[in-house]
């Protein structure tokens, strides 16, 4: 884990980056199950570090949550959120969420997931998904 980038919120409280991704097979979302805080269901997703681009921060996270390479992305949610808090803290985030296409196969990081696993919109409704998720979801129209 990097050093997440900081920033300050629209209230001047301190703001962590982050971005999540979208990714759809299909009619089922690519999920993971955290390992750690925030616990629950999500897309994958993670803290831009300090000095790294949106881009780069998303074809990380993806790489090191499931395994699998970034092969086209879309920002469809760009938006600052409170409250948010993540396991160092910090109670305000600005997201970058994008839609995005990968190939390879999945290989599950043990250090940070409890599973990785593709899940349709039902399944979803169902599963005790992390808040942030619940919100992006809702917002995407897909629960």
Known sequence: ?????LGRSKNNKLM??????VIKKGNKYLLIERRFFP?????????LDIHENVVDAIVREVREESGLKVTS???IIEEEVYPNKCVVGINVHYWYVFDCKVSGKI???FLETKSVGWYSADKIKKLKLEKIWRYWFKKLKII
């Open 73 to 75: 992305h879309k920002l």
């Open 107 to 109: 290989k599950e990081n």
């Open 1 to 5: 884990m990097g050093i997440p980038k």
């Open 39 to 47: 616990y629950g269901f999500a897309g994958i997703a993670g803290h």
């Open 16 to 21: 962590h980056y982050s971005v999540g991704a």
